[in-house]
């Protein structure tokens, strides 16, 4: 999700912090916190500390995480492990080979659509766990590189919480 210096996304008065701007580590995704709450508070009108030390902390943190990024990419030869039957996305109990056939037998082109077609990431963790691997999946079984459209299938999570249904059936009483 992209977000401006203050943590503010495309839609007024939202602001936007941690995994869903890009994984860092939780260190980065406290100081985006801070600094998304400072500006939220700013936009409300409240006096606010200077938040410059917190921006160049933000900074730094994610110039560390593109360098481990880099450092460190998944290997392709762990790609070549993932038989049809390893388990990918344990949430909806999606393996490989499912991903491998929304790919190549229904024309998936990036992980968006494997997501809509094979189920990963449509679980309890909303692709937390999975999704960076179904992205690097799809990928390999299109046959080109990993692309910024994969990762981003599973960043933009909708803010939502499960509830019981009686709590629904509470508010149409009244």
Do not use: N
């Not at 495309?10 to 400072?38: K, N, P, Q």
């Not at 229904?106 to 659509?113: D, H, I, K, S, Y």
């Amino acid at each position: 999700m992209a977000v401006d210096d203050r943590q503010a996304t495309s839609v007024a008065g939202v602001f936007a912090a941690g995994e869903a701007t890009g994984v860092g580590g939780a260190d980065l995704a406290t100081v985006e916190g801070r600094i998304a709450g400072l500006a939220a508070a700013a936009s409300l009108g409240a006096a606010t500390p200077d938040d410059r030390a917190l921006r160049r902390r933000r900074t730094t943190l994610r110039a560390f995480a593109a360098a481990l990024h880099r450092a460190y990419p998944v290997p392709e030869a762990l790609l070549d492990l993932c038989g049809d039957d390893t388990l990918v996305c344990r949430c909806e109990e999606v393996d490989a080979g499912a991903i491998r056939h929304a790919v190549e037998e229904l024309g998936a082109a990036e992980a968006r659509t494997v997501k809509l077609l094979a189920r990963p990431g449509m679980g309890w963790c909303q692709g937390r766990v999975c999704g960076f691997a179904t992205a690097c999946l799809t990928a390999r079984y299109a046959g080109r590189p990993l692309a910024e459209p994969d990762l981003q299938a599973f960043a933009q999570r909708p803010i939502a919480t499960p509830i019981p249904l009686a709590a629904l059936a509470d508010l149409a009483d009244g």
